[in-house]
């Protein structure tokens, strides 16, 4: 067969990984795909001098480029990338990209975009770096209802609160730490507020669901108030605090949201540490089903961007009705299921705060929350510190709905007794 021409569009971290991995591999990755992959042009702003291939500083000139079946996007954002996409598209190459953000905030058009000219978006890299989810839940569990799946999908965010537990190390330090090594995105808020994670849930969601992607529609908190109390606090009681991605199917709609999540600590997913991802995902044939793996970094990333180049590959001359649609579910199948707004969701919470030590403050606090329909199920008061008249009081309660657990906080925090605000850390079980 003829070989496959690529041109890669950017050659940072990725890139180069990209480039590094196809020619080291040429032969398993020919002998996989049915025909040689070639790198036949390379856009890369700053340019690169690679022997044999063509490289042009303008990156548009690899979607104009007649030779190029597959162009692979890897210069990240959603601005000059959705150009870059939108126009090898409208020139009839295929795509492959391990943009995240491209794909969550402007997938729906890309899609119809693509589906017109009857080629393939390819985006296995974007979510979870080298674990392949994506072709795990399109296609591996394509015979189930997915009940609800959750991941750690920051690798940063990972890394931080691992470190900040095993080492004590503080917050920014291991930031810097993680911006050396090229986990972080180019702004680091993205991974520590989880808009990151929310990029690549939003995408899992509606590779399980069966949803158009909707971005803006996913709740977002992210981990920068963790505090080192609240780790300690959450070990003692025998939980771990996680970055989480959950996307739920629940009678009011599809749960979708990223937040610091106490897990019970014999939870496999809890054991997940460094820079390293999982996703659990719930299916209603299978059961639980665990992914894990690099989330990031060249290689692991590379990894995933080369399975999709193979995949477009093999596929290069299919119709487009025979190929594995887009969101795994055909285009015209998706079903526009309301995404449930957080104050709705329902969870288990963590609570602490600072209260008084006297008689019958435990007693006004566990009577507002009764009040409110929930259910205390573990109480804990610290000790007060030397000279402190306040104690820190821990209590974990019932699975309830999150505005009744506000309203609740509300009534709590407006007690003589309890001192400051109230932290609230939503639980889950994912039993
Ligand atoms: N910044 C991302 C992370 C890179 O830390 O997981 C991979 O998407």
Not at 262 to 273: E, F, G, K, Y
């Amino acid at each position: 067969m003829n070989p496959v021409n690529i041109g890669i569009c950017g050659l940072g971290t990725v890139g180069q990984g990209t480039v590094d991995v196809l020619r080291r591999n040429c032969a398993e990755i020919a002998a996989r795909a049915g025909c040689s992959i070639e790198i036949s042009h390379i856009g890369a702003r700053r340019g690169a001098d690679i022997d044999g291939i063509t490289v042009s500083t303008d990156i548009f000139a690899v979607a104009e480029d007649s030779h190029v079946h597959i162009l692979v996007e890897l210069i990240g954002g959603t601005t000059v990338a959705k150009e870059l996409v939108l126009k090898a598209i409208a020139n009839g190459k295929h795509v492959v990209t391990a943009n995240k953000a491209l794909i969550a905030e402007h997938g729906n058009e890309i899609f119809a975009a693509a589906a017109e000219q009857g080629v393939s978006v390819a985006f296995e890299a974007a979510v979870a770096g080298g674990i392949p989810i994506i072709k795990a839940i399109r296609e591996g569990l394509a015979g189930n209802r997915i009940e609800w799946l959750a991941g750690i999908i920051n690798g940063t965010g990972n890394f931080i609160l691992s470190e900040m537990r095993d080492k004590g190390r503080d917050f920014d330090d291991v930031l810097k730490e993680a911006q050396a090594l090229g986990y972080a995105e180019a702004d680091p808020t993205f991974d520590v507020e989880g808009i990151d994670a929310a990029h690549k849930l939003v995408i899992l969601a509606s590779l399980a669901f069966g949803i158009p992607l909707q971005f803006d529609q996913a709740y977002t908190e992210g981990i920068s108030k963790i505090s080192t109390d609240d780790v300690e606090y959450a070990e003692q009681l025998g939980y771990r605090i996680k970055h989480l991605g959950v996307a739920r199917q629940t009678d009011k709609g599809v749960e979708l949201r990223v937040h610091p999540t106490l897990i019970p600590d014999q939870r496999l997913i809890a054991n997940v540490n460094g820079v390293m991802n999982a996703v659990l995902v719930q299916g209603d044939a299978v059961g639980p089903t665990l992914y894990y793996g690099a989330g990031a970094g060249a290689e692991p990333t590379a990894s995933a961007v080369v399975a999709d180049i193979i995949d477009v590959a093999r596929t290069l001359n299919v119709e487009p009705k025979h190929r594995v649609p887009y969101l795994a579910f055909q285009p015209n199948a998706l079903n526009d299921r309301p995404i449930v707004d957080i104050n709705d969701i329902e969870t288990a919470y963590y609570l602490r705060m600072s209260a008084q030590d006297k008689p019958g403050v435990l007693s006004n606090v566990a009577q507002i929350l009764s009040n409110a329909g929930i259910s205390v199920e573990a109480i804990t008061q610290k000790e007060a510190a030397d000279g402190e008249l306040q104690v820190p009081l821990i209590i974990l309660t019932s699975r309830s709905v999150e505005n009744q657990l506000v309203s609740a906080i509300s009534e709590i925090e407006a007690l003589d007794t309890i001192e400051g605000e109230v932290t609230r850390i939503r639980v889950e079980s994912l039993g």
